[in-house]
């Protein structure tokens, strides 16, 4: 059974970091390329970032590049995302998923304010 966990949320100020993580479960993850979504109340879920399978290339939404950085540990099937310079407008719940399978974890929340 696919499964997705992750973790890392929290409340921070602007101009704070989080590192999120996300476990991966019942699928060789090393033969999927990872994403990171967003969604922040009331609006769709977005695209953040995403990584090839062994990790060589990467990709970001024009709101994150230069703040977001995705990483990804195939020996411990987990994805990351560390997002610094972090600001309001980054509130949201964060989803991991790999690329072309249709599952979702429950998403870990992200909350910027002062």
């Known amino acids: 059974q696919v499964q997705f966990v992750e973790s890392g949320g929290d409340l921070v100020q602007p101009g704070g970091s989080l590192r999120l993580s996300c476990a991966a479960s019942?699928?060789?993850?090393?033969?999927?390329?990872m994403t990171w979504y967003r969604q922040a109340p009331g609006k769709e879920r977005e695209l953040v970032a995403g990584?090839?399978?062994?990790?060589?290339?990467?990709n970001y939404a024009d709101s994150v590049k230069g703040r977001f950085t995705i990483s990804r540990d195939n020996a411990k099937n987990t994805v990351f995302l560390q997002m610094n310079s972090l600001k309001p407008e980054d509130t949201a719940v964060y989803y991991c998923k790999a690329e072309g399978l249709t599952y979702w974890g429950q998403g870990t929340q992200v909350s910027v304010s002062s």
């Open positions: 990584i090839t399978r062994a990790g060589g290339m990467t």
């Open positions: 019942g699928f060789r993850f090393s033969s999927y390329a």
